[in-house]
């Protein structure tokens, strides 16, 4: 895919992934619409990006709003006059168990990680449609191929948007419209830290995961986004983010159902 001239719309892109990833679009002279629930960072984010260059918008969204993200796209409209690409980042962490997670902690973050990415494909697609070639790319994360105890809500989310995009992907083939999943592994940016906790959650446990986590977030995020938009212009459906997110997917295919108890052995966890 030829990105330079394009128009791509980003959510999340006030940091870490999203914004690593507009700033690798930019530098291939792709145009960007910027979108994240802190306009302070995202303003940000469209100033580097134009110091490259390109044209570059800035939206305060919060992707869990209906009715903000229906008007976003007469607001890209507005100013680009057209879309190419939508990239889909945008994503909370929410740790504990099934058991500690109240109802109302589970639903905020399947609004954001799920249905956030449902919506923003709905507004989009018929900009989408309208480009001789274009690309919906929704990110996932190396929890939505395996599922760790602690991370319930998350990785349910994370394969809601897996088995979501590869539907779409089928139901779009012959159009102009592709679909990739990106799955990301331990990149360094501060989902862990930010995560929320459920409350009357062991502040022990809680401080224990986060550490362990921290100690897997490794990738910067640019080079994250570097692969993230090589795969983009390869085509490819599904984008491996690290070699960690490379093995845990070949290992989850050798062995779908005992992967966490070889990884456990093979860790000493």
Sequence with gaps: MKLANRVAVVTGAGG????ATALSLARRGCHLAL????GALVAATAEQARALGVRASHHRLDVADRGAVRALPGEVLDVHGRVDLVVNNAGVALGGTFEQIGEDDFDWLMEINF????????AFLPLLRASD????VNVSSIYGIISPPGQSAY???KFAVRGFSNALRHELAGSSVAVSVVHPGGVATSIAKSARVPAGAPSQEIERGRAIAQRLLRMPPEQA???IVRGIERRQARILVGNDAKF???LERL???RYWTLLRKATGR
């Design 16 to 19: 870490g992934i999203g914004r």
């Design 35 to 38: 979108a994240d629930i802190d």
């Design 115 to 122: 249905h956030g990415v449902v919506r923003m494909t709905r």
């Design 133 to 136: 070639d274009a690309r919906i």
């Design 155 to 157: 990785s349910a989310s």
């Design 225 to 227: 986004g570097e692969i």
């Design 248 to 250: 845990v997917a070949l």
């Design 255 to 257: 062995s779908p159902v």
